[in-house]
């Protein structure tokens, strides 16, 4: 509990801006790769973005590429999705996690045997 917290998630018009922060204490940003999914009611969850621990690199669901970045803060960390031009598809509880599911978009020195969530952050895009 309380290893991964998101925080930042809200209500927003269509075509509006956020950014989510995924906090941690616990995975070091330079190790483990973290990664941001989300789940609509009714859907399974998936994937949305990560970042690799190895370099920075980053990947992206076809649904948002030119919308979200991903970024993170070595010294805080903390890992940023940042959100434009959002869409009611794009309404769903968004979570952080780290694991298998993340490492196998996202590389990483190190990866949990399981994988990790936090309690999540609920995005609702409507007018």
């Known amino acids: 509990q309380g290893q991964l917290v998101e925080s930042g998630g809200g209500l927003v018009q269509p075509g509006g801006s956020l950014r989510l922060s995924c906090a941690t204490s616990?995975?070091?940003?330079?190790?483990?790769?973290i990664g941001w999914f989300r789940q609509a009611p009714g859907k399974e969850r998936e994937a949305v973005s990560c970042i690799s621990s190895r370099d920075g690199g980053t990947y992206y669901a076809d649904s948002v590429k030119g919308r979200f970045t991903i970024s993170r803060d070595l010294a805080t960390n903390t890992v940023y999705l940042q959100m434009h031009n959002l869409t009611p598809e794009d309404t769903a509880l968004y979570y952080c996690?780290?694991?298998?599911?993340?490492?196998?978009?996202?590389?990483?020195?190190?990866?949990?045997?399981?994988?990790?969530w936090g309690e999540g952050t609920q995005v609702t895009v409507s007018s």
């Open positions: 616990v995975f070091p940003l330079d190790y483990y790769a």
């Open positions: 996690g780290t694991g298998p599911r993340v490492v196998s978009l996202c590389s990483a020195y190190r990866t949990p045997i399981q994988d990790y």
